[in-house]
């Protein structure tokens, strides 16, 4: 069934179609498209979730220790799961076609209007990251105060065409700008497999490299919980939690997967099957990069790989570490940039046709996004600023304070006493510990200029 067809189809059983929903009509001259696979749907949603912030999190089990920082993550995975299938109930509930319909639905125009702000914030956001660590690993990092040489200088020496503008330049020409431009987010199915395929192989890399240093002898034990000696100690803690909030939000890209799916029925197996494939991925992750590095890791890890790691093999096993993780964020980068489009349209021109029917302005809000993200990656000094930026910020907005709103809000009279009551614990954990992280990084950076004055 094609798209159009679907569309005839709901409209002969009443069931209301979002006109704004991000789907590719046929008369865009698509090819017969009869639904998105129940894997490609798993490999976009799995590409969505695993992104840059992985390279943090085992700096971020550094700061909590072993065993607090893995129930984290775990406890963040059940978190998600929950807040998404509530959006997916009251969007049934209200035939809500997209995230932004439902919060339309539940507080009006300006309701949606601060969800897609807070799209654009997150994904512009997560996009700089991926762009730096790419910077990094292809260009080098002086944000820890010490040179960590990126691939192009290792291999090639200093070069006026390796430098982090330029390189990003090119990949901003070459790589990101014709991912992006896609008009259906199934079209990234295979990218997103490709993606998927290379974090396990960083993963894989990681693990033997630290299974063998193991067997050696020539790993130290871990921290298994965090050093909390005094107040600011325990205060600097929760500059992590944007770190975790981050790790698992892919709310704005359900319902465009849910729309493509070819039976949209089994949505809720795809978001399981990809929470628990992501779940294994940060455990795995986080674990053994933090074994392998210990209290030198640094904020994105990638950067620790410059170093001899004492192994046979060491220099071709890091480069490769490195690379693989720099292709899967070049790949992840089109499904993030997908919803940060419809956004940006959806708040500049809201009455306008289906964005994929407007070639014009398909290409200037891509271009102009790209331009956007280019800049900031640039500029921003590091993967950890953006991260707790973001994280304390907008992404606790949409992966959990605005499905609790909407649950609370009820307008269907659907929520549950048990659903109520989750969602007060979501946003009052969620404001809770954003507001420490946002105290502890302001106590943070004055104590900082301070030291730097004296």
Known sequence: MTIRNLKHANEKSGKIVDEEAPLLRAEDGANEFNGASFSGAVFNLSTTIVGAGIMSL???????????????????????????????????AGRAASYGSLMGAAFGKYGKILLQVCVLVNNIGVLIVYMIIIGDVLSGTNSSGIHHAGLLEKWFGIQWWNGRTFVLLVA????????????RIDSLRYTSALSVALAI???VITAGITITKLIGGEISMPRFFPKAIDFSSIQNLFTVVPIFVTAYICHYNVHSIKNELEDDTKIRAVIQTSLGLCSIVYLMTSLFGFLLFGEAILDDVLANFDEDLGIAFSSFLSDTVRVSYAAHLMLVFPVVFFPLRLSLDGLIFPSSRPLAMDNLRFGLISLGLLIVIFLGANFIPSIWVAFQFTGATAAVLIGFIFPAAITLRDCYGIASKKDKILSIFMIALAVLSNALAIYSDVCALFVKKAASIN
């Open 201 to 203: 192989i960083f993963i």
């Open 172 to 183: 901003t020409l070459f790589v990101f700008a014709p991912l992006a431009s896609l008009k």
């Open 58 to 92: 085992p700096a971020a089990l550094k700061a909590l220790g072993v065993i607090p920082g893995m129930a984290i993550i775990i406890i963040m995975a059940f978190l998600t799961e929950a807040s998404i299938e509530l959006l997916l109930r009251f969007s049934k």
